[in-house]
């Protein structure tokens, strides 16, 4: 395997650890809490650590299918209660809601069914907003025979699907949800216009200032940034939203520094190369990536070691 191979397979394995560590982070049940009266209006009002009890069960994270026929499919001849799992193995491939779970409303009966998706940057191939629609209605067609049967359309849960874009160019809120435009007639349908909810959070690269305005986008830059250390990330995590860091939230959080910083080296490592192939000499190399000379003789010495 050549270095140039090895580099970009080392370098995919780090993303997608860094985009599985990153979905874990959000799972949190603390860090759910705090997105939950950020969007939903049920719990507009409530402290976060007790919008936590509101979550019932583990979230599934990666595990269910969005595909239709597998969101809600049969195993062992058996419908699972709640949203079900697919073996990776069975359907390998197949596109997963990131995170999903259920959440009770304050009721005490009543519950609605949240997805979040976090997504490195707006995708160019497709409009994301057109996405989370598809999403919004595949949490509503595959409750079928799990959360309603026949024909109990009322039984259907509200569902909430919440995009959070990174690397945007501003911090950002929308809420998109279903509106009545009367054309003829007084009449009045039955029926929610809360069904549906899709909501885009937009993330710019460097960490807002702390603000009530800007109270989510802060809490979700310092744990998604490349440039802040594990140590100023757990400060502002304690310190400004009260959440209680166990260890496997400090290991989450340690481990996607430690993956921030291997994708960055990674690609500084390629610009240097590069660089050095097109007949730049050490010293430019060094002020250009803002490394000393040493360094990047290192680098370069390496990769020869390598490919000899």
């Known amino acids: 395997m050549?270095?140039?191979?090895?580099?970009?397979?080392?370098?995919?394995?780090?993303?997608?650890?860094y985009d599985e560590?990153?979905?874990r982070l959000l799972g949190n049940k603390s860090i759910l809490a705090h997105i939950l009266t950020s969007t939903v209006e049920e719990f507009r009002d409530m402290d976060p650590a007790d919008v936590e009890g509101y979550i019932e069960g583990e979230p599934c994270i990666s595990s269910v299918p969005v595909e239709p026929g597998l969101t809600n499919i049969r195993q062992c001849?058996?419908?699972?209660?709640?949203?079900?799992?697919?073996?990776?193995?069975v359907n390998e491939g197949v596109v997963r809601f990131d995170i999903v779970f259920y959440v009770r409303l304050k009721d005490g009966v009543?519950?609605?069914?949240?997805?979040?998706?976090?997504?490195?940057?707006?995708?160019?191939?497709y409009s994301i907003l057109n996405r989370g629609i598809f999403y919004a209605c595949r949490l509503i067609s595959s409750q079928k025979e799990r959360d309603f049967v026949n024909t109990n359309y009322d039984d259907i849960k509200c569902v909430y699907t919440i995009w959070i874009c990174m690397n945007m160019p501003e911090n950002s809120l929308d809420?998109?949800?279903?509106?009545?435009?009367?054309?003829?007639?007084?009449?009045?349908?039955?029926?929610?216009?809360?069904?549906?909810?899709i909501v885009l959070i937009g993330l710019a690269k460097d960490l807002p200032i702390h603000d009530e305005k800007y109270e989510l986008h802060r809490l979700l830059v310092a744990l998604m940034s490349k440039q802040?250390?594990?140590?100023?990330?757990?400060?502002?995590?304690?310190?400004?939203?009260?959440?209680?860091v166990n260890d496997t939230l400090r290991k989450d959080v340690s481990?996607?520094?430690?993956?921030?910083?291997?994708?960055?080296?990674?690609?500084?490592?390629k610009v240097i190369l590069n660089m050095h192939r097109l007949g730049y000499?050490?010293?430019?190399?060094?002020?250009?990536?803002?490394?000393?000379?040493?360094?990047?003789?290192?680098?370069?010495?390496?990769?020869k070691l390598t490919l000899a």
């Open 2 to 17: 050549n270095t140039e191979i090895k580099n970009a397979v080392n370098s995919a394995g780090d993303k997608a650890q």
């Open 21 to 23: 560590n990153a979905k």
């Open 77 to 89: 001849g058996k419908r699972l209660a709640g949203l079900n799992s697919e073996s990776a193995d």
């Open 110 to 125: 009543s519950q609605i069914i949240i997805n979040i998706e976090a997504q490195k940057d707006a995708p160019s191939g």
């Open 175 to 197: 809420y998109y949800q279903l509106a009545n435009r009367k054309a003829l007639g007084s009449r009045t349908w039955e029926g929610k216009l809360d069904m549906i909810n």
């Open 228 to 244: 802040l250390t594990t140590s100023e990330k757990i400060n502002i995590i304690e310190k400004e939203y009260k959440i209680q």
């Open 255 to 269: 481990v996607m520094c430690n993956l921030s910083q291997g994708i960055v080296d990674e690609t500084l490592e």
């Open 281 to 303: 000499t050490s010293e430019q190399i060094a002020k250009a990536v803002e490394m000393s000379k040493e360094e990047v003789e290192k680098i370069i010495e390496i990769n």
